[in-house]
């Protein structure tokens, strides 16, 4: 929601905790504070626009991958184990260092890219 322009949240409790009305009453702060600087600023908040980067099964030497609308096929002619070891480190490494910048949505796609290929690598 923090990158859209129009996001939300829906929060669903039966009751609010001390933490809850903290968390919500410091975002509202902090949201106060982000308007007024925008204001004076002339500054008008916009969704973020990013390329759609492809799949970490493409890379692969010797992998194809057919879309349907319900399931994605992977032909994994050609590759071999060790080639997938290879990119699932060097993936981990990319992974911890976008953590380590906090840039979690990054290492969140290469957290799911490296389950995908560890998956891939059990039916080697």
Same mark, same amino acid.
């Given at each position: 929601?923090?990158? %859209? ?32 600087? %925008? ?40 590759? @071999?184990? @060790? ?42």
């Amino acid at each position: 929601a923090a990158r %859209n322009s129009e996001g939300r949240v829906i929060l669903y409790a039966y009751k609010t905790t001390k933490s809850m009305k903290k968390a919500i009453e410091e975002t509202a702060r902090r949201r106060q504070i982000q308007q007024q600087y %925008n204001t004076e600023h002339g500054i008008t908040p916009k969704t973020i626009q990013k390329a759609v980067q492809g799949g970490v099964i493409e890379t692969l030497r010797g992998a194809s991958v057919t879309k349907t609308k319900k399931k994605t096929k992977v032909s994994l002619s050609n590759v @071999n184990a @060790n080639e997938i070891d290879q990119k699932i480190k060097t993936l981990k490494k990319e992974m911890k260092e976008c953590a380590s910048k906090l840039e979690f949505e990054r290492a969140a796609q290469l957290r799911d890219e490296i389950k995908t290929l560890s998956e891939i690598r059990l039916t080697l």
